[in-house]
Nanobody, 121 residues
Framework: QVQLVESGGGLVQPGGSLRLSCAASGRIFRINAMGWYRQSPGKERELVATITSGDSTNYADSVKDRFTISRDNAKNTVNLQMNSLKPEDTAVYYC???????????????WGKGTLVTVSS
């Protein structure tokens, strides 16, 4: 069993900042890529940012230069620092982790339950 627990969502004014965190626990042999996705009402879930085991990052164009993804391999966590937030960033943010639970098995993707970010004045 693998659990992903997200934290850090909430209400913030436009131009403000929030930091999301996601901690993976349970049966974990090795974590590969980690990332954040988001889903707004009436829209499909979309990629926000990903980070590989080698710390290579990828961002959606809409968040480049405003959001920063990072990971702490010792704690099995992935973070998303969100600055200069805009109302259009309002969404439920989901953590995604690609990992190998047991040695010799292939990698599997896991999702967190999501944390709501609301950007409004």
């Amino acid at each position: 069993q693998v659990q992903l627990v997200e934290s850090g969502g909430g209400l913030v004014q436009p131009g403000g900042s929030l930091r999301l965190s996601c901690a993976a626990s349970g049966r974990i042999f090795r974590i590969n890529a980690m990332g954040w996705y988001r889903q707004s009402p009436g829209k499909e879930r979309e990629l926000v940012a990903t980070i590989t085991s080698g710390d290579s990052t990828n961002y959606a164009d809409s968040v480049k230069d405003r959001f920063t993804i990072s990971r702490d391999n010792a704690k099995n966590t992935v973070n998303l620092q969100m600055n200069s937030l805009k109302p259009e960033d309002t969404a439920v943010y989901y953590c995604n982790v690609n990992l190998i639970p047991w040695a010799g098995l292939g990698s599997m993707g896991y999702w967190g339950k999501g944390t709501l970010v609301t950007v409004s004045s």
